[in-house]
């Protein structure tokens, strides 16, 4: 098992303060993958990806508190 690069195309690029999250089981837990975007292309490899795995992507508008 050498893992598998996860390849998307986003309809828009991220905008300030989006972030890229993805889930390889069923959404129990969120990886941030923000720094695989260039653009819309996504590519992140994960070497504990198999090719049966089902993966779950979401943007995610990160909450900025001020004092």
Do not use: C
């Not at 996860?6 to 069923?26: H, I, M, Q, V, W």
């Amino acid at each position: 098992n050498n893992g598998l690069t996860l390849s998307a195309t986003l309809s828009t690029g991220l905008a300030s303060g989006e972030r890229l999250f993805y889930s390889k089981d069923n959404g129990v837990t969120w990886t941030d993958i923000t720094a695989s975007v260039s653009g819309t292309t996504v590519s992140h490899f994960d070497n504990t990806l198999t090719s049966t795995a089902t993966v779950q992507m979401r943007v995610q508008m990160l909450q900025v508190t001020t004092a």
